[in-house]
């Protein structure tokens, strides 16, 4: 009887885990064939030199060499760094404040929730088009409103600074979004007990949101990181990576490598090295958030 009983057990195990990894399938299927495939793909193609039309040959770690010691892409990583160092701390310091308003219950709040999120459902490539035009140095809507002429796309100085306000503007909708939903997680009791025991405005933020908020914290960071390093749309619209390489970020870069110069092999080299500084900047921050997330409330 006990042997049965066994066997029994152990055929529910193996039918419980049979219809688990059969409801998996279609996910597992989509993560090999439109993540870790293509993944390989690339790394693949950064051995090969290969020009989209004639035959592709193994060239080893030739375009390794070419590009870690090209100045053009080496350019286009500080970029891209001083690109994300600008959006990612303004972005999520204009979502947390609009959150913090918008969770309080305001008139017009349901309005503002909406409009804060239109932006970042519209298409990128779109929107670039519109601010081009709202940022134009002679017939452009921002430069009539001041009344004065500035090359907002074409002055070196102010390029990038112009396309972060603009990729700022189109993600603080995402932002705003999760701490709201954050925020609006934090248990009623917590926050009244907070302010039983005497803690204000400013301090039931700083002391009690802020620390509940580390997991939304964690997860906003991580996204909007990979989002910057990977800006494109913006980019293609506005500026096209100038002028004078200002805005030539690593993912414009490897655009032009790949459809312009037609060097799909380099292209492929910069992609692999872009996925390499997303990923330690990933766990980096997984470990700095590992012991200061807290998930459940008892």
């Known amino acids: 009887m006990a042997g049965s009983g066994v066997a029994r057990r152990g055929a529910i195990r193996r039918r419980n885990a049979l219809t688990g990894y059969s409801l998996l399938a279609p996910s597992l299927f989509g993560v090999v064939c439109f993540l870790l495939l293509p993944v390989l793909v690339v790394v693949w193609l950064s051995f090969q030199s290969w020009d989209l039309i004639g035959p592709i040959s ?57 409009i804060y999120v239109l932006p970042w459902i519209a298409a990128p490539l779109a929107l670039g088009v519109v601010w081009k035009w709202i940022l134009a140095p002679t017939d452009g809507a921002l430069n009539t409103l001041i009344g004065q002429r500035i090359e907002w796309l074409s002055d070196p ?19 705003t979004l999760f701490f709201m939903a954050g925020l609006l997680n934090i248990p009623d009791q917590v926050l009244e007990a907070a ?65 312009s110069a037609f060097d799909l092999g380099r292209a492929a080299v910069m992609a692999v090295v872009l996925l390499v500084i997303l990923v330690t900047i990933t766990l980096a921050q997984q470990l700095y958030f590992r012991r200061r997330v807290t998930y459940e409330m008892e």
């Open 195 to 259: 302010r039983i025991d005497g803690a204000g405005g400013m301090s039931l933020f700083w002391q009690i949101k802020l620390p509940l908020l580390r997991p939304t914290m964690f997860f906003v960071l991580v996204t909007t990181v990979i989002s910057a390093f990977q800006v494109f749309d913006q980019v293609y619209a506005l500026t096209q990576g100038g002028p004078a390489r200002t805005t030539d970020v690593v993912a414009a870069r490897i655009y032009y490598e790949a459809f």
């Open 58 to 114: 193994y060239v080893g770690l030739d375009n390794y060499r070419s590009v870690l010691t090209d100045g053009v892409f080496g350019n286009s990583l500080l970029v891209t760094l001083v690109f994300v160092a600008l959006v990612v701390p303004i972005q999520t310091a204009i979502g947390l404040w609009a959150a913090t308003f918008l969770t309080r219950g305001l008139p017009g709040s349901a309005w503002f929730r909406t």
């Open 157 to 175: 100085s102010l390029a990038l600074p112009s396309v972060a306000a603009v990729v700022i503007w189109t993600n603080v909708g995402y932002v």
